[in-house]
């Protein structure tokens, strides 16, 4: 069974910082890999879709990185800003067949610092 | 597009009412989704169509739980008789018809049993 977890649970910065988002999956037999955003009593705003034939996805001050091979993914965020708290969740795509929901991880509840 | 609407947004109940959710896909959409979200166990996956067929439904918790698709716009959830374990919000998605397609997400339904 797939299983995602993400690094760190709870992160809370400056504005302006760098900062990377962790994601690791147990089953390296995905089709995709995506990257949420939720903000509190909302639904999830899709950020980032990697293939599993991608390395990277890049979307204004968002990268996200996917090394399929050690079951991991990084969501790298430049100059941080208040706008940016949020919880950002993982979520994988199986391969095989009759899989074809996300499977998430328990996300990483963000906070800028003004 | 509207996106994935879903109603109610909020609902609460009482103890073994019968509780409807219902949602709408965008439309062309082959997928359907229906994801429960609750602190402790995060998002999870409860039952998925395609093309208006039930494919996968072994994430419903029980037999209280059942979901029907009659037709490509439209879809509803159904808890009867609701307990107050049921309290989550319930997530609707959507997506075009191949996996390495971007899920869409609806605003969600919140649901307290009380």
């Known amino acids: 069974k797939q299983e995602v977890t993400q690094i760190p649970a709870a992160l809370s910065v400056p504005e302006g910082e760098n900062l990377v988002l962790n994601c690791s999956f147990t089953?390296?037999?995905?089709?995709?890999l995506q990257w949420f955003r939720q903000d509190p009593g909302k639904g999830l705003t899709s950020l980032l879709l990697?293939?599993?034939?991608?390395r990277e996805q890049t979307s204004g001050r968002l990268n996200a990185s996917l090394d399929k091979s050690s079951g991991r993914s990084t969501l790298y965020i430049a100059a941080s800003q208040p706008g940016d708290s949020a919880t950002y969740l993982c979520?994988?795509?199986?391969?095989?067949?009759?899989?074809?929901?996300?499977?998430f991880g328990k996300g990483t509840h963000l906070i800028i610092q003004p | 597009d509207a996106g994935v609407i879903q109603s109610p947004r909020h609902e609460v109940t009482e103890m073994g009412q019968e509780v409807t959710l219902r949602c709408k896909p965008i439309?062309?959409?082959?997928?359907l989704f229906w994801y429960r979200q609750t602190m402790m166990r995060g998002l999870e996956l409860l039952i998925y169509?395609?093309?208006?067929?039930?494919?996968?439904d072994s994430g419903m918790p029980e037999d209280r739980f059942s979901a029907k698709m009659p037709n490509a716009s439209f879809s509803t959830l159904k808890i009867q008789p609701s307990e107050p374990r049921d309290s989550a919000v319930y997530f609707c998605?959507?997506?075009?018809?191949?996996?390495?397609?971007?899920?869409?997400f609806g605003e969600g339904s919140w649901l307290t049993v009380v």
């Open positions: 998605a959507s997506s075009p018809g191949t996996r390495g397609n971007t899920i869409y």
């Open positions: 089953d390296s037999a995905i089709y995709n």
């Open positions: 990697i293939q599993s034939s991608q």
């Open positions: 979520a994988v795509r199986l391969a095989g067949g009759g899989a074809d929901g996300l499977t």
């Open positions: 439309s062309g959409h082959d997928y």
């Open positions: 169509f395609n093309n208006n067929v039930p494919i996968d």
